[in-house]
């Protein structure tokens, strides 16, 4: 069950009239007294430091079935969706206009913008290769990657399920999402692939076989897909 | 594109040293101290608990206990450093009553709501620690049992570290079933063994009670 912020609270109804709330004392509203924060769009928020992304990584591999990844991705698409149920009704609220028909780069700009806000980094969609099926998007400063360091292989398992989530959400249509280059692999920025299920497993594969995220780009423009 | 706030708009400190601030260039949060924070919306901890209970069950609280532990071993670590970086203090020369106070401040300004100290119980090896408005509380799913296990993980490794013992929290009272706040026993391994099994059928005066004997 998704809960949907309280519309009627005041900070909420000056959000109706503004459309760039993202600097950080537009966004948040702390209140000392019940030390609590609530953002531009009404929802509660916990501040945490890196270390609380290591410890869940920690507690996750703690269970020792090496299901830890698995389980950040489940974590992420979760919250995608849900995310995504809000999104739909808060953007046609406060745009007056069906996300379906709306532009989808200032569509998913609006979508990704709080997301800075709350300090998840930036991020660059390309949706060039939408016909063919797939889109990348890459993610600049990622608070799980920088926190983890460089360990040689993907780490953000977390956004790749956020993506998974919110896309299948908003499109109605089942799709994946991997990281394909990330910033824990030595790389400037991590960038991830969203699409149909198979298109993402044979990106895993090549992935597994040493391809960079450039070559798995261009394989998929191929249309290299194993059938 | 930076912005500051602070906790305490009348507090002198807070407004000529910022404790939080933005950046949005970089997608960035981080606090006065340069440790970098990321802000957990109530659909993300919605999620933590909902798929995690689907995935792995009861199991799902022990790995967020130990998620809190690992933050809080970090979380002492970094209180160690602010209060050596701006008052020249080692946190084992702070009394009680400034420690809270330093503790009050910095969970006020992340939104982990209110905490405060119950020192009742001391001299029989206890400390009950209670938190209003937790933020996990706040999102956990209806159930049976306390669910603020992040801040239980986090409490045991803090001051565990703080006294040099083994200390073991149980959470004895929940938001999320009803309580006025959310209470925390804290204590030695072996003497809170028995208070997690108390927790099901005794109330949080019994169960100390119980453990005090």
């Given at each position: 069950m998704v809960s949907i912020p309280d519309h009627s609270n005041p900070h909420q109804r000056k959000s109706l009239k503004k459309h760039h709330p993202y600097g950080f004392q537009d966004f948040f509203e702390g209140d000392p007294e019940q030390g609590t924060i609530v953002d531009w769009h009404g929802s509660r928020n916990v501040l945490v430091t890196e270390d609380f992304i290591i410890g869940l990584m920690e507690g996750l591999e703690g269970l020792g079935d090496g299901s830890a990844t698995l389980l950040m991705y489940s974590i992420g698409c979760e919250w995608g969706q849900r995310d995504a149920q809000v999104f739909e009704q808060r953007f046609e609220q406060e745009f007056d206009r069906d996300v379906r028909q709306t532009n989808l780069l200032f569509l998913l700009e609006t979508w990704w913008w709080p997301f800075t806000s709350q300090g998840w980094g930036r991020w660059e969609v390309d949706i060039a290769d939408r016909q063919q099926g797939f889109l990348s998007i890459n993610i600049f400063d990622s608070v799980v990657a920088r926190t983890m360091g460089t360990v040689g292989k993907p780490v953000c398992f977390l956004y790749a399920g956020l993506f998974a989530g919110f896309f299948t959400e908003l499109t109605k249509r089942q799709l994946s999402c991997i990281e394909i280059q990330c910033h824990s692999m030595g790389a400037a920025h991590c960038t991830f692939l969203l699409g149909a299920p198979d298109r993402i497993s044979a990106a895993a594969s090549w992935l597994r076989q040493g391809a960079t995220a450039e070559e798995i780009l261009q394989r998929l423009r191929r249309e290299e897909i194993p059938r | 594109m930076t912005n500051r706030i602070s906790p305490?708009?009348?507090?002198a400190a807070a407004n000529t040293q910022p404790y939080i601030q933005g950046d949005l260039d970089l997608g960035w949060l981080e606090n006065h101290w340069g440790d970098r924070l990321v802000a957990l919306p109530e659909l993300l901890v919605q999620s933590m608990y909902s798929a995690l209970g689907r995935e792995i069950g009861t199991a799902a609280g022990v790995v967020l206990f130990n998620c809190g532990r690992w933050w809080g071993q970090s979380l002492y670590t970094q209180v160690c450093q602010r209060l050596a970086s701006s008052t020249q203090t080692a946190i084992a020369d702070l009394s009680i009553v400034e420690l809270l106070l330093f503790l009050q401040q910095d969970w006020v300004a992340h939104g982990w709501g209110r905490l405060d100290l119950d020192q009742t119980y001391q001299p029989q090896g206890f400390l009950v620690v209670k938190i209003w408005n937790s933020p996990f509380a706040n999102q956990a799913p209806a159930g049976s049992f306390p669910v603020c296990y992040v801040e239980a993980g986090l409490l045991s490794s803090f001051f565990s570290q703080l006294t040099g013992q083994e200390l073991h929290c149980v959470q004895t009272t929940c938001e999320s079933l009803g309580a006025d706040c959310n209470r925390f026993i804290l204590g030695s391994v072996k003497r809170l063994q028995s208070a997690e099994t108390m927790v099901m059928h005794l109330d949080h005066d019994a169960i100390l009670q119980q453990l005090c004997r």
């Open positions: - | 305490d708009p009348d507090s």
